[in-house]
């Protein structure tokens, strides 16, 4: 089945520690984003991703990476910048820009 | 700047009383209004597009409509499986139109009692 698979579903960081955050797509997608969720909020996109090694920051980009070598591949990294780095983490791909954004199920991090 | 005002915050509603959740939105061109339902613990789901007001799309006991202003979700005869959050975005020329950016809502818990 076509989908979008993030991984891992939990995840904790200690202090002064980066983590990475995987999302794989095999939609053909060319499109790929991410956006952080917290509760009573609406989602806010921190990084998107146009085309294979390219990406512009979102609202949010401060405190985190990400890269995109490949066109399944978009992962995202939470630097030890990010003071308030607990929410739910979700990535989304799409046809193109104007296309409907599918998501995968989140990866919910939490501080230890 | 885009905004999307999503309301009532929660919903209940026994089974098979109909409702509607409202999505009010202000945008610089409106290139698009989704609509997503929301598990606990599980990303959104894609339900609709519209792109025009007097827009209508329907899927089982789900219809959106699309006015210039807002967009609402009407839900007929609701089941409990359709307990869920449902959230709404909008993408506009905001940040140019190559740019798939959407601003959402925050979204509306709709719970359905038996």
């Known amino acids: 089945d076509g989908g979008i698979t993030q991984s891992p579903k939990y995840l904790f960081r200690k202090e002064g520690q980066n983590v990475t955050l995987s999302c794989e797509q095999n939609?053909?997608?060319?499109?790929m984003y991410w956006y952080r969720q917290d509760p009573g909020q609406g989602l806010r996109l921190i990084y998107y991703?146009?085309?294979?090694?390219?990406?512009q920051k979102g609202d949010i980009a401060e405190g985190y990476s990400v890269s995109r070598e490949k066109k399944e591949s978009f992962p995202l990294t939470v630097t030890s910048a990010q003071k308030n780095p607990t929410a739910f983490y979700l990535c989304?791909?799409?046809?193109?820009?104007?296309?409907?954004?599918?998501f995968g199920d989140g990866t919910r991090l939490s501080i230890l | 700047e885009d905004q999307v005002t999503q309301s009532p915050e929660a919903l209940r509603l026994q089974e098979g009383e109909s409702s509607s959740l409202n999505c009010s939105y202000t945008?610089?061109?409106?290139?698009?209004l989704f609509w997503y339902r929301q598990d606990p613990g599980k990303g959104p789901e894609f339900l609709f597009t519209?792109?025009?007001a007097g827009e209508e799309k329907e899927k089982e006991r789900l219809k959106a409509t699309l006015t210039k202003k807002e967009s609402f979700l009407h839900i007929t005869a609701p089941k409990p499986e359709d307990s869920a959050t449902y959230l709404c975005?909008?993408?506009?020329?905001?940040?140019?139109?190559?740019?798939?950016?959407?601003?959402f809502g925050q979204g509306t818990i709709l719970t359905v009692h038996p």
């Open positions: 989304a791909s799409s046809q193109g820009s104007g296309q409907p954004q599918h």
């Open positions: 519209l792109y025009s």
């Open positions: 975005a909008v993408r506009s020329n905001a940040g140019g139109t190559s740019y798939g950016k959407l601003t």
């Open positions: 939609l053909n997608h060319d499109a």
């Open positions: 991703s146009q085309i294979v090694n390219d990406f």
């Open positions: 945008v610089s061109g409106l290139r698009g």
